[in-house]
């Protein structure tokens, strides 16, 4: 089966720019991830979608950051305007059902990820 | 509000070793734990989940324990090889839908 794939794979871009990631989870996925990780840490969540809802965005910056996940498969993830401490790798993840919803059987597929370096 | 702790951070053993990376989180109201390998400019490769219900879970030589009274899980590799140099995370799934990951374990196999 074909994984997650995820575009860019760089960007560098200066402070205040705006930036897209886009996400093409495993086909049949119901559950869609970002996470942000930072050089030297473990991935944090940002925004969880079951189908095209989301279920979680606690911790999504939403002054700056913005994600849509069309018709349930693909996603986008912006960030209006960069910061310098926006710099870190995004990864996107996907899994067959819903965590939280009495399943907790399915591993999370990771993408390679966007490596972004704002400037 | 879950953390997760893993050590060490780093470990560098001769190929053919046993080891073990381990891993502890404080909120014990988890719904699984799960290990992963980050090999470097790659995504997480998932590689063992141990449901709450579960003691254990083996794949290979890989070996994933989890004691959720203790709030620990260990992950045993077997005969290590120079391909299993890598970063080692592990996540715990609790309560707000959210896995939380540990920073990781980055072994070096040395040949």
């Known amino acids: 089966e074909a994984g997650v794939a995820q575009s860019p794979r760089y960007k560098i871009i200066e402070k205040r720019q705006s930036v897209a990631f886009w996400c093409n989870p495993i086909s049949g996925h119901a559950t869609l991830y970002w996470y942000q990780q930072i050089l030297g840490q473990g991935p944090k969540l940002l925004i969880q979608?079951?189908?095209?809802?989301?279920?979680?965005d606690s911790q999504l910056p939403k002054d700056r950051f913005s994600a849509e996940r069309l018709k349930g498969v693909d996603s986008t993830l912006k960030i209006q305007p960069a910061k310098l401490e926006d710099s870190a790798v995004y990864l996107c993840?996907?899994?067959?059902?819903?965590?939280?919803?009495?399943?907790?059987?399915?591993?999370?597929?990771f993408g390679n990820g966007t490596r972004l370096t704002v400037t | 509000k879950q953390e997760v702790t893993q050590i060490p951070a780093a470990l560098s053993v001769p190929e053919g070793e046993n080891l073990v990376l381990n891993c502890s989180f404080t909120?014990?109201?988890?719904?699984?734990l799960q290990w992963f390998r980050q090999d470097p400019g790659k995504g997480l490769t998932s590689l063992l989940l141990?449901?709450?219900?579960?003691r254990e879970q083996t794949s290979g030589r890989l070996n994933a324990s989890l004691d959720k009274s203790s709030g620990r899980s260990t992950l045993y590799i077997a005969a290590s090889q120079p391909g299993d140099s890598a970063t080692y995370l592990c996540?715990?799934?609790?309560?707000?839908?959210?896995?939380?990951f540990g920073k990781g374990t980055k072994l070096s196999v040395i040949p």
């Open positions: 979608f079951q189908n095209n809802g989301v279920v979680d």
């Open positions: 993840a996907s899994s067959l059902d819903h965590h939280g919803r009495g399943r907790w059987d399915s591993p999370l597929h």
């Open positions: 909120d014990s109201a988890i719904y699984n």
């Open positions: 996540a715990a799934g609790a309560g707000s839908y959210q896995l939380t």
């Open positions: 141990i449901q709450s219900s579960q």
